[in-house]
């Protein structure tokens, strides 16, 4: 009956594992909230002066290049 006892164990080892996940998908999921709340930034365009606000769901999403809607330039800056 070794072999039985074996597969029990693995089975109670994979019983853990998945609470285990469950766990870090709970903690993940906070972290998602945060970040679905939406960021206003502005935005200034050194060519033409043009200044304007974008919202975005994360920080992250902010920190790439924006692109001014009026001449198109990505020479633009964060204010
Ligand atoms: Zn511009």
Redesign the pocket.
């Known amino acids: 009956m070794s072999i039985f006892a074996h597969s029990r164990n693995e089975e109670e080892i994979e019983e853990e594992e998945e609470e285990k996940e469950k766990e870090e998908k709970q903690n993940n999921d906070d972290d998602d909230d945060v970040a679905f709340e939406e960021v206003n930034v502005s935005f200034a ?1 050194e ?2 002066d ?1 200044r304007w606000e974008s919202s975005f769901e994360s920080d992250e999403d902010a920190d790439e290049t924006q692109y ?1 809607p ?4 990505a020479n633009t800056t964060q204010i």
Do not use: E, K, N, S
């Not at 009026?70 to 330039?73: A, D, R, S, V, W």
């Open positions: 365009c060519d033409c043009y001014c009026m001449c198109g330039t």
